[in-house]
């Protein structure tokens, strides 16, 4: 007997990917918060890390998107501009602790009540927001640059996130070794793995209350991670199966 298991959402779903996912054709344009804290290089990211995600995104129909930085008003994530945001995308690095506790508690409280997503970038897995909505440390075992590209491995190929992406090789990036303090994912997505020994779960979905966490790894700010066609794929394919709420999970099994 096969079993298959459908996602739905909303009206008229549309297959993505390999057969076994479904989801909406948009209703409307997924509305995207671009977060960043503003320290990494000009030289890599003229616009910050927060600008090559939404430019990511712009290429691609479907999204309103904005950027928002941790200098700005409520620290750029103001209940009103959360409750405008379908998907928060959030790279923080040397400043997590300057994250003060009131936003964390309101980007919490709309991933779980309202539904948004949250996506949190490379070294945000030490993030405020993260480690809330996962409730682990995110502490890794190593960390460091090595001479050797990373391996990026797809785990589950028929998922809308991986959808037009194969295995992938990224030339320059820093590695992270586990164990990795994280609750098991709900879905493991990609995997990275580099020549010098090192293995890391590089691409976790959890469900949240009504919200999904996606915790994608590449992205050290020294390289130009975020402009490789793969890793923007991904941007683009998480934050519309993130921006459409899956309503029901319907399982199916034929005689």
């Not at 690095?93 to 779980?112: M, N, S, T």
């Not at 480690?131 to 682990?136: H, M």
């Not at 609750?183 to 995997?191: A, M, N, S, V, Y």
Request: aromatic share 10%; proline share 7%; hydrophobic share 40%.
């Amino acid at each position: 007997m096969k079993r298959r298991v459908i996602l739905r959402a909303g009206i008229a779903a549309v297959t993505v990917g390999l057969p076994g996912w479904t989801i909406a054709a948009p209703s409307r344009s997924v509305r995207v918060l671009c977060w960043s804290e503003g320290t990494a290089p000009t030289s890599v990211y003229p616009h910050d890390i927060s600008g090559a995600v939404a430019d990511a995104l712009k290429a691609v129909d479907g999204f309103t998107v904005r950027t928002a930085a941790l200098e700005d008003a409520d620290q750029g994530v103001s209940n009103s501009a959360l409750g405008e945001t379908d998907v928060l995308f959030w790279w923080g690095h040397q400043k997590h602790d300057q994250v003060r506790d009131d936003r964390v508690d309101a980007i919490v409280k709309r991933v779980r009540d309202g539904g948004m997503g949250f996506v949190a970038l490379h070294s945000s897995h030490h993030s405020k927001p993260f480690t809330r909505l996962v409730e682990a440390s995110g502490d890794i075992h190593d960390v460091g640059i090595p001479d050797a590209p990373e391996q990026v491995v797809v785990r589950a190929p028929s998922h809308p996130i991986v959808h037009g992406v194969r295995d992938f090789q990224i030339p320059h990036e820093e590695f992270y070794n586990e164990p990795f303090s994280i609750p098991t994912p709900d879905i493991l997505l990609l995997e990275s793995t580099w020549r010098t020994g090192q293995r890391f779960r590089s691409g976790c979905l959890w469900r949240r209350g009504k919200g999904q966490v996606f915790y994608f790894r590449p992205g050290h700010e020294t390289f130009p991670t975020y402009f490789q066609p793969e890793v923007k794929t991904i941007l683009a394919n998480a934050a519309r199966w993130l921006g459409e709420p899956q309503v029901s999970i319907e399982t199916v099994e034929p005689d």
